[in-house]
């Protein structure tokens, strides 16, 4: 059963992959803002997916979050989330993202709670129209 105070947390070690330069965000090789999104959103669906009932899933919808400081090409970066709010299908989580020295980022980001096989259908008739 969802609940408030779920937390989720992971750990990641920055690549070539997860740089600006890569993403096409920046320049320099240092964690981007989208993979630090792309961190916060995994965080977050996977706390939560346990409680959930059979054949749903969350899909995001809203990320609002300040990234603080950079961090470089083989750093570790943790992400910790919270679920702070619940209402109906809608879930609000707080954010915030730490390397080995620093808070890096920080923010909510919310999800709704959806029928993954429905969504997908939805989503896939987009295609046939």
Request: overall charge negative.
């Amino acid at each position: 059963m969802l609940q408030t105070g779920i937390k989720g947390k992971q750990t990641v070690t920055v690549t070539h992959e997860q740089t600006a330069a890569h993403y096409g965000s920046g320049a320099l090789e240092v964690f981007a803002t989208p993979a630090m999104v792309a961190l916060l959103e995994e965080t977050a669906w996977k706390s939560v997916q346990p409680y959930l009932e059979a054949g749903q899933g969350t899909v995001g919808t809203r990320v609002d979050v300040r990234h603080l400081a950079p961090t470089p090409l083989g750093g570790k970066v943790t992400c910790e989330s919270e679920l702070v709010e619940i209402d109906r299908r809608r879930l609000v989580f707080r954010v915030e993202v730490f390397d080995e020295r620093t808070k890096v980022g920080e923010g909510t980001h919310e999800r709704f709670v959806i029928q993954s096989d429905k969504f997908l259908a939805a989503a896939n008739a987009k295609g046939d129209a």
